[in-house]
């Protein structure tokens, strides 16, 4: 089980409103509980626990850094038990053209496949060095947006009201070789109170600021670079609130999906913006 490439856009906080305002992230730290949501396939995943956590911090002066583990154990009666234990540490800077990451894995407590590397997008190219799992590089034509500014360039989408957005998206997961297509679709924006939530899910979401704030559904989907139609590698959906935090989380593999309960939501002091 690999790291969810869009955990980079779960929980990520902006201030200000209207379409014309800047997208402003703020530190902050989230919890979800993993529990299973739906089974399939040949290889049925019986049960399914875990937890992500999402560390986040920086401004718009010096950049974005974001530390995410996710540890989740599936169990299964034909392949037993198998726990995996995903780390992944980026930074993206300020203005979203340069991005570093490190991506680590234990499965059953073995590691498996480490990536790590640098990547710059510069005149509509992508330019990508690796140190792991081998000393390597290779190039994208075409606009790639890395994962913060993906999710900012999201949060600007559905305020202005527009419904779907599509691009490519470079985050160094998998064997950090890999350019994504993207598809955003965007739901009618919704609050707490005009929707009925469930009495114990994401329960910091219906708390404080939270409770009458503007939402959006989100089906975000992941593609494998090509032309055609093709079926989604992986599907993220989520509620997209109008300060950016993420609710009613659902990570789709394909043959299962695991659904996230937001328990802990940490907001930290807001760094300064840069001044002119």
């Given at each position: 089980?690999?790291l969810?490439?869009?955990?980079?856009c779960?929980v990520?906080?902006?201030?200000?409103a209207?379409?014309?305002e800047?997208?402003?992230?703020a530190?902050h730290?989230?919890v979800?509980d993993?529990s299973?949501?739906?089974?399939?396939?040949?290889?049925?995943?019986?049960?399914?626990?875990?937890r992500?956590?999402i560390?986040?911090?920086?401004?718009?002066?010096?950049g974005?850094?974001?530390?995410?583990?996710?540890?989740?154990v599936?169990?299964s009666?034909?392949t037993?038990?198998?726990?995996?234990?995903l780390?992944?540490?980026?930074f993206?800077?300020?203005?979203?053209?340069?991005?570093r990451f490190?991506?680590?894995t234990?499965l059953n407590?073995t590691?498996?496949?480490?990536v790590?590397?640098?990547?710059e997008?510069?005149a509509?190219?992508?330019?990508v060095?690796l140190k792991?799992?081998k000393r390597d590089g290779f190039?994208?034509?075409g606009e790639?947006?890395?994962?913060?500014?993906h999710?900012?360039?999201?949060?600007?989408t559905?305020?202005?009201?527009?419904?779907t957005?599509?691009v490519k998206?470079?985050?160094g997961t998998d064997?950090?070789r890999?350019v994504?297509?993207t598809?955003a679709?965007?739901?009618?924006?919704?609050t707490?109170?005009?929707?009925?939530?469930?009495?114990?899910r994401?329960?910091?979401?219906?708390e404080?600021e939270?409770?009458?704030?503007t939402h959006?559904?989100?089906?975000?989907?992941?593609?494998?670079?090509g032309?055609?139609?093709?079926?989604?590698?992986?599907?993220l959906t989520?509620d997209?609130?109008e300060?950016g935090v993420?609710?009613?989380?659902r990570?789709?593999y394909?043959e299962?999906a695991?659904a996230?309960n937001?328990?802990?939501?940490?907001?930290?002091p807001?760094a300064?913006?840069c001044?002119?």
């Amino acid at each position: 089980m690999r790291l969810p490439r869009a955990t980079a856009c779960l929980v990520l906080f902006a201030t200000g409103a209207g379409a014309a305002e800047p997208v402003h992230l703020a530190s902050h730290r989230a919890v979800y509980d993993l529990s299973l949501a739906q089974s399939g396939g040949t290889r049925a995943v019986e049960s399914a626990r875990g937890r992500i956590v999402i560390d986040f911090s920086g401004d718009a002066c010096k950049g974005y850094t974001m530390q995410t583990r996710q540890v989740t154990v599936l169990d299964s009666g034909e392949t037993g038990s198998r726990t995996s234990d995903l780390r992944n540490t980026t930074f993206e800077s300020a203005d979203g053209r340069s991005y570093r990451f490190k991506v680590s894995t234990l499965l059953n407590g073995t590691p498996g496949q480490s990536v790590d590397g640098t990547a710059e997008t510069a005149a509509d190219a992508l330019k990508v060095r690796l140190k792991e799992p081998k000393r390597d590089g290779f190039q994208a034509s075409g606009e790639v947006l890395f994962p913060t500014l993906h999710m900012r360039r999201l949060i600007e989408t559905a305020r202005a009201g527009q419904t779907t957005l599509s691009v490519k998206v470079y985050d160094g997961t998998d064997d950090g070789r890999k350019v994504y297509d993207t598809l955003a679709v965007i739901g009618r924006p919704a609050t707490i109170a005009s929707a009925k939530a469930e009495s114990d899910r994401d329960k910091p979401l219906r708390e404080g600021e939270m409770a009458g704030m503007t939402h959006w559904p989100v089906t975000l989907s992941y593609f494998t670079s090509g032309a055609g139609e093709r079926t989604p590698i992986y599907v993220l959906t989520f509620d997209l609130y109008e300060n950016g935090v993420s609710g009613n989380l659902r990570l789709d593999y394909g043959e299962f999906a695991v659904a996230g309960n937001l328990s802990r939501l940490d907001k930290l002091p807001a760094a300064t913006d840069c001044k002119s």
